[in-house]
């Protein structure tokens, strides 16, 4: 009896500790090596994240931010770079190739390794975030390079609804040709 008491308290014991130990990529649902938001800094992780929390508080953006507007800037490193100087420069640049620099966050080291600012975002411009990373036993910093684009939130919608339109066509003019055809067979009975 005592046994089957304790199950419980260890399982929840060990639930406990699993969701306490810091784990890097459950901060931002990192989705692997394939992940645009990501770069690997030997053994370690830089990440960035944009977040529109006026339209939606929990979605996290990368490469492309769908509203115009504010949007949070995220940059953050794992643990074992907490140290580490962070720079962060936002770029924005049209057509003609002009940059303008949108956010300058200068190079020291942030506290828990987050560095983050509030942006001001436009649709037709291309964006570039670039980080420096200073790593110890380096001269200069790293650079690195995050690209992204501000497009309508159901741009991604577009292709769908046209697919479905198209069907519908088909299913129409499908119809319609069922319905001429049987009058013509019914016609000729007659």
């Known amino acids: 009896m005592r046994r089957a008491r304790r199950i419980p308290f260890l399982l929840s014991v060990v639930v406990a500790l699993c969701l306490a130990s810091p784990v890097p990529s459950w901060a931002h649902r990192d989705r692997g090596p394939g992940d645009p938001?990501?770069?690997?800094?030997?053994?370690?992780?830089?990440?960035?994240?944009?977040?529109?929390?006026?339209?939606?508080?929990?979605?996290?953006?990368?490469?492309?931010?769908?509203?115009?507007?504010?949007a949070f800037l995220v940059v953050d490193v794992?643990?074992?770079?907490?140290?580490?100087p962070i720079g962060v420069e936002l770029l924005?640049?049209?057509g003609s190739g002009q940059s303008n620099t949108v956010l300058s966050l200068p190079v020291q080291v942030y506290e828990r390794g987050v560095a983050n600012a509030e942006v001001l975002v436009q649709a037709g411009l291309r964006y570039e975030v670039r980080?420096?990373?200073g790593l110890s036993g380096e001269p200069e910093?790293?650079?690195f390079s995050f690209p992204f684009q501000v497009a309508a939130w159901y741009k991604a919608l577009v292709g769908p609804a046209l697919i479905v339109f198209g069907v519908v066509i088909v299913l129409a003019v499908s119809v319609i040709r069922y319905k001429i055809t049987v009058r013509g067979r019914e016609e000729l009975v007659k």
Request: net charge negative; hydrophobic share 35%.
């Open 78 to 84: 794992t643990p074992d770079l907490w140290e580490m």
């Open 131 to 133: 980080v420096l990373l």
């Open 141 to 143: 910093p790293r650079k």
């Open 92 to 94: 924005a640049s049209d």
């Open 37 to 70: 938001c990501r770069r690997e800094v030997g053994a370690s992780l830089l990440h960035i994240t944009f977040y529109q929390t006026q339209f939606d508080p929990v979605t996290e953006y990368c490469e492309e931010i769908p509203r115009v507007g504010t």
